[in-house]
């Protein structure tokens, strides 16, 4: 299953949440229906009025219209209301859920050994991915063995691990949970998984409100009574959420097993992870109080056993080692409790700097990496759009590991993080290059300015090999600045794009990332898929469609054979025209990707892979090629990881 079937498996899932929980609210209806007849008109006494109550000599009626309006009336408002406070308390995603399980954010520039391997294993997974870097969250006070991954869109993404999982797991097991999550992001459940939460707290507020009413007084007062039917049917609500839960999550931990193995090429760190949770006393189990409603957002399950494991959210440990090592003996180690916690430290100094390593038989190399142009093959970009393997991991891990210093330190503060950003777009004009840090200057102080100077022959030299990765490692830090703050800087980055007066569709798209990813923050975010058939988005498709065939050609007829190429996969029977390259302009192209990012995945797979065959129409995709598509495909939430080769050197004999 590749990555758009995926998020449309994903899409499907909302739909028979949407089920379940008209389900779970017309079971809800229907009990406190009863229960306020049983109340108000059975166990009330005689004397009380209420304006459903029957005549104590009549005969009791299970049909009450006017009763079964107010019940039905009070139990939705109670249910809606829940489920709006829950949504709106959720709007800042993965953040807020973080933080309300008591998560600490782990700061870029930690000293704390654990935390950099923690942090060194998310930033290799999200470089290997194609996606920014996550802000990462510790659970101090969680002794046990787990982690989730939260967000309503990539961009927004967290990952979340206990204090457990970061101390007593190996780097090996800690990059198999972390991979696992990382499948959660780019297969499309975590908005699935927050709306859940959501949907859960509406259902479960009866008993809320049953708990108040228990507490009112007054002589032949049945709301004592009713206060405790609806603790009751509380526990309809908790049943129905636990089944929806087990029913939506249960299933996918497999899946998202196989995908770490397949993108670690390691079971045995995976394994080794899932058995140390056997092993622990703790297990994966939780302290917090909002446990259970994101018990099915965690890696390994974290409440106590239901009966029979009707329940469970999760898979048995053991059927989920043996799919993954079907070698296991079976035993789970035993394992110790973690220290407690400790403050962590702010680095002072510089993160030790490990150069590529050239002398061995095989290595890696990559398209953003070579000092000449490489080509890519049309057929490998597709598939490996959401699918990293164990080579882009490996990339990552050298490319991260290789960056110079200053670079890398500067990533790490936002004054540093939007001087990277701006010198990636610093002319190599020395007229244009001195207007243009003399803009800086003046739109964003002193300080920025100095370091925009200083760091810009380390940047250039990085940016020339991998922007895009550049970008990404920026973006944790850059998330940190305030609105005003980041208004100022997207005012001087799309200042930097404009000042030198050429429509450079590579430097625009870099642009449009930055904003992209930090702008969801600050902005209201997209409404979920609101195009689900490509004959609407044809006009935009068109825009697309011709700015990359009028990049990659200087010729007419290069330009028209490059459109003609890419024009079928499109797959509609409606003709669609070459546009000339006024009409296809910065503006346009941003029109149109504000309009196919809110595509179903089909249209965005067709429009991706019309892309692909325009660039390599003339048989080639060059490196600056590859890297547009990258980045178009970014501002779609389809994310291509870096394109990568292993290279086999060759030794002439004798």
């Known amino acids: 299953m590749d990555f758009f079937e995926q998020q449309d498996r994903a899409r499907r899932k909302t739909k028979w949440l949407v089920f379940y929980f008209a389900m779970a609210v017309i079971c809800i209806i229907v009990a406190v229906y009863f229960a306020c007849l049983l109340v108000f008109q059975v166990l009330a006494a005689p004397d009380t009025r209420y304006p459903v109550q029957l005549e104590r000599e009549n005969e009791l009626d299970l049909w009450n219209p006017t009763l079964f309006v107010y019940s039905a009336l009070g139990a939705l408002a109670v249910i809606g209301t829940g489920t709006a406070y829950r949504f709106s308390s959720l709007a800042a995603g993965g953040r807020s859920l973080a933080e309300?399980?008591?998560?600490?954010?782990?700061?870029?520039?930690?000293?704390?050994?654990?935390?950099?391997?923690?942090?060194?294993?998310?930033?290799?997974?999200?470089?290997?991915?194609?996606?920014?870097?996550p802000l990462v969250y510790v659970l101090d006070s969680e002794a046990g063995i787990n982690a989730f991954a939260a967000g309503h869109t990539q961009s927004g993404a967290v990952i979340g691990v206990t204090r457990g999982c970061m101390k007593l797991l190996t780097r090996d097991e800690l990059q198999?949970?972390?991979?696992?999550?990382?499948?959660?992001?780019?297969n499309g459940d975590m908005r699935l998984n927050l709306r859940l939460i959501g949907l859960i707290f509406g259902i479960m507020c009866l008993a809320i409100v049953g708990r108040v009413l228990i507490r009112t007084r007054g002589r032949k007062n049945p709301m004592p009574l009713l206060g405790l039917?609806?603790?009751?049917?509380?526990?309809?609500?908790?049943?129905?959420?636990?089944?929806?839960?087990?029913?939506?999550?249960?299933?996918?931990?497999?899946?998202?097993?196989?995908?770490?193995?397949?993108?670690?090429?390691?079971?045995?760190?995976?394994?080794?992870?899932?058995?140390?949770?056997?092993?622990?006393?703790?297990?994966?189990?939780?302290?917090?109080?909002?446990?259970?409603?994101?018990?099915?957002?965690?890696?390994?399950?974290?409440?106590?056993?239901?009966?029979?494991?009707?329940?469970?959210?999760?898979?048995?440990?053991?059927?989920?080692?043996?799919?993954?090592?079907?070698?296991?003996?079976?035993k789970f180690p035993r394992v110790l409790g973690p220290s407690p916690p400790v403050v962590s430290q702010v680095q002072q100094g510089p993160t030790p700097h490990r150069p590529f390593t050239t002398d061995r038989p095989e290595r890696i190399s990559?398209?953003?990496?070579?000092?000449?142009?490489?080509?890519?093959?049309?057929?490998?970009?597709?598939?490996?759009?959401?699918?990293?393997?164990?080579?882009?991991?490996k990339y990552a891990?050298?490319?991260?590991?290789?960056?110079?210093?200053?670079?890398?330190?500067?990533?790490?503060?936002?004054?540093?993080?939007?001087a990277v950003i701006y010198a990636m777009l610093i002319s190599d004009d020395p007229n244009l290059q001195a207007a243009q840090l003399e803009e800086?200057?003046?739109?964003?102080?002193?300080?920025v300015w100095q370091k925009v100077v200083d760091r810009l022959p380390d940047v250039r030299q990085t940016a020339a090999r991998a922007r895009l990765p550049l970008v990404d490692l920026a973006l944790p830090t850059l998330r940190e600045l305030t609105k005003t703050e980041y208004e100022r800087f997207a005012s001087v980055l799309q200042w930097l794009v404009e000042s030198d007066e050429k429509i450079d569709?590579?430097?625009?798209?870099?642009?449009?990332?930055?904003?992209?990813?930090?702008?969801?923050?600050?902005?209201?975010?997209?409404?979920?898929?609101?195009?689900?058939?490509?004959?609407?988005?044809?006009?935009?498709?068109?825009?697309?469609?011709?700015?990359?065939?009028?990049?990659?050609?200087?010729?007419?007829?290069?330009?028209?054979?490059?459109?003609?190429?890419?024009?079928?996969?499109?797959?509609?029977?409606?003709?669609?025209?070459?546009?000339?390259?006024?009409?296809?302009?910065?503006?346009?192209?941003?029109?149109?990707?504000?309009?196919?990012?809110l595509a179903a995945p089909i249209i965005?797979?067709?429009?991706?892979?019309?892309?692909?065959?325009?660039?390599?129409?003339?048989?080639i995709i060059h490196e600056q090629e590859a890297e547009l598509l990258r980045a178009i495909a970014d501002t779609l939430e389809c994310p291509i990881p870096p394109f990568v080769e292993l290279e086999t050197e060759t030794h002439s004999a004798g």
Not at 442 to 447: F, I, L, M, S, V
Request: proline share 6%; aromatic share 6%; glycine share 8%.
């Open 505 to 597: 569709l590579f430097e625009y798209a870099l642009q449009r990332v930055v904003k992209r990813h930090l702008g969801s923050q600050f902005e209201k975010p997209r409404s979920p898929v609101q195009y689900y058939a490509i004959r609407a988005l044809l006009p935009d498709c068109e825009v697309i469609l011709s700015a990359m065939a009028h990049l990659g050609g200087t010729q007419s007829r290069n330009v028209i054979k490059a459109f003609a190429a890419g024009a079928p996969y499109l797959r509609v029977d409606t003709p669609i025209s070459l546009l000339p390259p006024e009409q296809c302009g910065i503006a346009a192209i941003d029109e149109a990707l504000n309009r196919l990012a």
């Open 176 to 186: 198999g949970v972390i991979a696992h999550e990382f499948s959660h992001i780019l």
């Open 604 to 619: 965005k797979k067709n429009l991706l892979e019309a892309c692909v065959h325009v660039v390599g129409a003339d048989g």
């Open 100 to 133: 309300s399980l008591g998560g600490r954010l782990v700061r870029p520039n930690t000293l704390d050994l654990d935390e950099r391997k923690l942090l060194n294993v998310v930033e290799e997974m999200a470089l290997a991915s194609g996606v920014p870097v």
């Open 440 to 447: 800086v200057r003046n739109r964003a102080g002193d300080q």
């Open 229 to 330: 039917a609806l603790i009751l049917i509380g526990w309809v609500g908790v049943f129905f959420g636990r089944l929806i839960q087990a029913a939506v999550s249960r299933q996918r931990e497999f899946l998202a097993d196989a995908s770490a193995v397949q993108f670690t090429r390691s079971p045995s760190g995976l394994s080794g992870a899932l058995q140390k949770i056997g092993g622990l006393a703790q297990g994966s189990r939780l302290q917090s109080e909002h446990a259970m409603e994101a018990s099915h957002m965690f890696f390994g399950n974290a409440l106590r056993p239901s009966f029979l494991n009707a329940f469970a959210t999760h898979p048995p440990l053991d059927k989920r080692i043996r799919a993954i090592d079907p070698a296991w003996d079976g």
């Open 366 to 393: 990559a398209v953003v990496l070579g000092a000449a142009p490489r080509t890519v093959s049309t057929q490998s970009v597709l598939p490996s759009v959401g699918r990293p393997t164990a080579l882009h991991l």
């Open 397 to 418: 891990d050298e490319l991260r590991a290789s960056l110079p210093d200053n670079v890398r330190q500067s990533a790490q503060e936002p004054i540093g993080a939007a």
